[in-house]
């Protein structure tokens, strides 16, 4: 199983497309520009492709091993390829330098976390979910707190999990039922079972820090009555080091259709210390950041399993002989032709290939918004940044997921029945993506998440900027012929994606079962509209290069893809929009017997 780091990609993005280097007055931005940016997505692409995916399938055959002692067995090499990531500096990219970070912008620790998933997806969950807990801590947490925690979490020495789901509630935390109850010392006794949980208990680090939802005493029900606290493994004695052991236990691992390599543990809460994050009841609220930023994670790993199966299907395709061309013998000394030849072939490598690339543009592209959101000296910039977070990150996460695993599943039918078969890699990337679709918010929550919040946030602003900002793109390469190609197709998925937004309002406030039956197809709509905006990007930005008299076959093959994009997958558009503005009626009608 080979991996091989789509670093060009990556550096066209964030160089030519994303054009980071205007930002190099904003803070991080300035050490990752020029040749320092080269050197980063190489050595990233380097760690992951030859320390990380070679325990690939290693994880995924050997799977994670709980012992009656409480402790998980990460798979071999996991623990040894930890410390290489932690001693490379690896986990600290985008943290605070207060707290030890490099303080790089997060769009280029993206590039990190998608190499990283790419080659091992089960691997880079660890530390995923420590950059989350830090991420809530550092927004939520004291000043205590984040003296204490954040380092150890920044540089990963310690990792984070996040303790949400029980066995009667995933989607509706209102239902919690961990209890904490105050030990009259400012702390709490936490009780409860938490189920699912990843990296819950593992041999990698030498403190695991759970970030738990529960319920304090007394407190209202429902969502209201929910409070964030820290639950440390090892209570930090008065140096801050691993002290004595704290009564949350693994009380075992959950078998599973993938990502073998990933502790999914039962956690079980014996009156275990643990210290409130934030106001009491308030904990949602901060455990939202550690749960948006995981959606982000999220749909990076779609595109990164993506991308990693489309590799494998495309080295599959020039080499599997079946048949002969359409056209007649393309390989004439050979007994046939490579798959590759045939035309449903094609279709199946480059529908793959234009939504990872267009996906992953549309992370980037959210992801440095997300950047700006925090650096920018412009109020302006700072609040279109942080509504466009708000707004795409549902779309992402759903849109990048569903699209992804399709792209996974053509991979393994591009193999035929090797893919089904375990000789093959095409098996471990669809097993392993599967997960993406519903962990962290399923995305049928997600499409519910944008047309019942995000649409609407601030009369509907976020949605609004961006409708204005296609427009003007559209409207300033009016005279450009050649790109018209993108921006045609471009303003079309604009309107439509605009007439559905225009539906939703009349239709969905008028009887919410509407809004509730458009939501999936309004986020494929919203998913590739964005991916057209970011062809349409893309292909002025390759444009420019070819007119400067760059002559590698990168750009001229970006055109290409883009205008495939247009051309056959861009047209899904007109169904989702026909079918959401049929409404709930006939749906609903169905009586639940008939079921
Ligand atoms: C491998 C794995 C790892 C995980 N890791 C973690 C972790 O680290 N921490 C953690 O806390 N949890 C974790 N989870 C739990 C995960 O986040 C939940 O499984 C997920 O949020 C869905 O919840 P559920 O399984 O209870 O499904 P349910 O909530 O029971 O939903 C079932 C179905 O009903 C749909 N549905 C529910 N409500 C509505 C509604 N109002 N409208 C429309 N449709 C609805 C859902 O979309 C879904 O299709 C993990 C799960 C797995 C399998």
Known sequence: MTYTPPIRDQAFLLRDVLEIDRYANLPGFADASGEVLDQILEGAGQFAAE???????????????WSPDHSVKTPDGFAAAYKQLVEGGWMALGADPAYGGQGLPHVVNM????????????????????????????????????????????????CGTMNLTEPHCGTDLGLIRTKATPNGDGTYAITGQKIWISGGEHDMAENIVHLVLARIEGAPGGTRGISLFIVPKFLPNEAGDPGARNGVFCAGLEEKMGIHGNATCVIQHEGAKGWLIGEENRGLQVMFVMMNQARIGVALQGIAQAEAAYQAAAAFAKERLQMRSLTGPKNPNGPADPIIVHPDVRRMLMDSRAIIEGGRAFMFWTGLHGDLSHASPEADVRQKGSDYMALLTPVLKGFLTDRGFK???????????????????????LRDCRITMIYEGTNGIQALDLVGRKLAADGGRAAMTFFAEVDAFVDANEGDAQLALFTAPLAKAKAELQEATMWLMQNGLANPENAGAASSDYLQLFGLTGLAYMWALMAKAARAKIAAGDTDPFYTTKLTLGRYYMERILPETAAHLAKLKTGAATMMSLPVEAF
């Open 51 to 65: 320390v990380l995916a070679p325990l690939n399938r290693t994880g995924d055959q050997q799977g994670c091993t």
């Open 111 to 158: 590039a990190f976390s998608e190499v990283m998933s790419g080659a091992n997806m089960a691997f880079g969950m660890y530390p995923g979910l420590t950059h989350g807990a830090y991420s809530a801590i550092a927004v939520g947490g004291s000043d205590e707190q984040k003296q204490l925690y954040l380092p150890k979490l920044a540089s990963g020495q310690w």
């Open 407 to 429: 792209a996974c599943s053509d991979a393994m039918q591009v193999h035929g029945g090797s893919g089904f078969t375990e000789h093959f890699p095409a098996s471990q990337y």
